[in-house]
């Protein structure tokens, strides 16, 4: 807990004067804010690192594509939304509209022209997310989205949602699925951090043109079916009990 709560000041405080500094580079364009969150997100898992003896390894680099691709992420923790954007170079996330309300924060977000979504809004809300989504493929930047929409803890279940099937359906690109589990290591509304090596998994990509329903079971059985071994791996390699692996 106390390399925890070391962690979690350091990282406020770095964000804080990295939220400074980024203030005149939000009248460049948007590759300088991307470039520069990169920066925020190196120095971010430096930290925690040095403090909580968090590292994490990359499985499957092989199906990181340069072309237009729409990765479909697992989400167990906040450390998915920093390292994707290491991984995947300037990606542009689905999330949900209320972060673009913080203050410096969220004008980033709006300023690297990530895709902002009303989760409550309906037809109308997922088509000006494929709308944006078409956009920045014109821009030739790859899509993240988190079908779950927001942190599931590890052995939780969670439906996948519309928004993932509907950019599947309008974009016509490959989806490529990602497993992890961060959560193992960084709670979701936790302190309780813990050191080890995440690991992250992207998985052989679904071409185009599946129907819905068979999109989105072959969707949630890739990412299900690898997200557990890699927990239960993780679970026997850090002699974590199974209770630890259903924590929220």
């Known amino acids: 807990m106390i390399r925890a709560l070391a962690f979690t000041i350091l990282f406020y405080s770095w964000t804080a004067i990295m939220g400074v500094l980024v203030l005149p580079l939000l009248l460049g364009p948007a590759r300088l804010i991307l470039a520069y969150s990169r920066v925020w997100i190196r120095g971010a898992l430096w930290l925690l690192r040095i403090t909580v003896g968090l590292t994490y390894e990359v499985r499957g680099s092989e199906h990181i594509a340069e072309s237009p691709v729409l990765y479909a992420v697992k989400h167990q923790s906040a450390w998915d939304t920093l390292a994707i954007n290491l991984l995947v170079r300037d990606g542009a ?35 000006r997310m494929v709308a944006a989504a078409q956009a920045r493929l014109r821009e030739n930047r790859p899509l993240i989205i988190y079908p779950e929409g927001t942190r599931v803890a590890p052995g939780a279940a969670a439906a996948y949602h519309a928004g993932a099937a509907a950019l599947y359906g309008a974009l016509d690109v490959p989806v490529v699925p990602v497993a992890l589990n961060s959560g193992l290591f960084w709670p979701r509304r ?59």
Not at 93 to 119: H, M, N, S, Y
Not at 206 to 215: I, K, S, V
């Open 93 to 127: 996330i689905v999330l949900k509209r209320e972060l673009t309300w913080i203050p410096v924060f969220g004008w980033c977000l709006l300023k690297a022209r990530q895709i902002p979504i009303d989760r409550d809004g309906g037809p109308s809300a997922l088509r």
């Open 190 to 248: 936790s302190l309780n951090l813990r050191p080890g090596k995440i690991t992250i998994e992207f998985l052989p990509a679904l071409g185009p043109g599946l129907p819905r329903r068979e999109f989105l079971d072959k969707l949630e059985t890739a990412i299900e079916s690898a997200t557990e071994k890699l927990i239960e791996d993780a679970v026997s390699r850090y002699d974590l009990h199974r209770s630890v692996a259903d924590c929220g």
